[in-house]
């Protein structure tokens, strides 16, 4: 499976953005998805993502109450709506996807197979 991550940008702290991960070539349905983001110098981190079943969706922290996983199986597009955005949501974003993962390897970003290009989010104060 091919993804490929766009929406992201530059906004001011409080804003709002939608980012979306298209796959291609194969059905996201049995892979499991996740967000994460990597800001300069720190390590890559998971945001949120979708078990494989897509039954069950997993939140950081850092975004419970501002960011939103969803998804729309007839495009095979997941998105994350990102509503109350901080400086320290400055990051790239990735989407990435596998469809062997265990449960307990979700937030684990070594676990994926399958990552899109990633996108940069930009918040300013």
């Known amino acids: 499976v091919q993804l490929q991550a766009s929406g992201g940008g530059l906004v001011q702290a409080g804003d709002s953005l939608k980012l979306s991960c298209e796959a291609s070539?194969?059905?996201?349905?049995?892979?499991?998805v996740g967000w994460f983001r990597q800001a300069p110098g720190k390590e890559r981190e998971y945001v949120a993502g979708f078990s494989r079943t897509g039954g069950y969706t997993y939140y950081a922290d850092s975004v419970k109450g501002r960011f939103t996983i969803s998804r729309d199986n007839a495009k095979n597009t997941v998105y994350l709506q990102m509503n109350s955005l901080k400086p320290e949501d400055t990051a790239v974003y990735y989407c990435a996807a596998d469809n062997s993962i265990i449960q307990s390897q979700y937030r684990n970003y070594a676990q994926y197979d399958h990552w899109g290009q990633g996108t940069q989010v930009t918040v300013s104060s």
């Open positions: 070539g194969r059905t996201l349905r049995g892979y499991a």
